[in-house]
């Protein structure tokens, strides 16, 4: 049975990613910084920790590898907006830091954790990391996001060429408009633009529709499928007049 890592495993996303695995076969061990423990069906762990934190990290990796032994899977999917959307002319550097060092430094050395970790078992693995079309189109009133989502591009290319000569796979993928806690403020705003045409399949997108995407890029389905950035948007990323 192979062992999936999983961060943001209590919102919407990373639940749904819960869930799949699981019922796919694959044990789970999950992390995010609420209290309680989210409830899934199957061989589930949760570690309550922030991805900002060194020691939580390295705490949620010992887990996952005392529990199990190996670890085959590595889903990043924690991610934080900032607390206030400001222009970028006025964004402060305390959002700044707040932002990236969950979606960005913190995934990065994660993953850098666990890939020598999957290094050292010699058996491959697969490493999935949540980006956003926030990584190529521009908001400025939430900039520290677009720059930290970039980040977790580069973050992808890095590692699936870096890690490549060890069987472990290293991809993405870019939600769009998704349905999440993250989304609800501004969900008025989408309902208007998805109502005039601004995705060719129109409708919100489910924490479920990015889970598929993820398993397929964890499970072995793409043994020559690396490095690769999956648009999990209705087609928003489709240039069209």
């Avoid at 889903?75 to 700044?96: C, F, H, Q």
């Avoid at 499928?225 to 999956?230: I, K, L, M, R, Y």
């Amino acid at each position: 049975m192979k062992t999936a890592m999983i961060t943001g495993v209590a919102g919407g996303i990373g639940g749904a990613c819960a869930g799949l695995f699981l019922k796919n076969g694959f044990t789970v061990v999950g992390m995010d910084v609420v209290e309680k423990s989210p409830e899934f069906e199957g061989d589930f762990t949760y570690f309550r920790g922030d991805l900002s934190s060194r020691e939580d990290r390295a705490a949620f990796l010992a887990l996952a590898l005392e529990k199990h032994g190996s670890v085959d899977v590595l889903l990043n999917v924690a991610g934080v907006a900032p607390k206030v959307r400001r222009d970028i002319l006025e964004m402060t550097e305390e959002s700044y830091d707040f932002v990236m060092g969950i979606n960005t430094k913190g995934t990065f050395f994660l993953t850098q954790s666990v890939a020598n970790e999957m290094i050292k078992a010699g058996r491959g693995g697969a490493i999935v990391n949540v980006s956003s079309m926030s990584a190529y189109t521009s908001s400025t009133s939430r900039g520290e996001y677009c720059i930290s989502k970039a980040g977790v591009s580069m973050i992808t290319s890095l590692f699936a060429d870096r890690l490549a000569e060890y069987g472990i796979a290293v991809n993405e993928v870019r939600p769009g408009i998704i349905m999440t806690g993250m989304t609800g403020a501004v969900k008025d705003k989408y309902d208007k633009l998805i109502g005039e045409g601004l995705l060719p399949v129109a409708r919100w997108g489910r924490p479920e529709d990015v889970a598929a995407a993820m398993l397929a890029l964890a499970d072995g389905s793409l043994p020559y499928v690396t490095g690769q950035s999956v648009d999990v948007d209705g087609g928003f990323h489709i240039r069209r007049l």
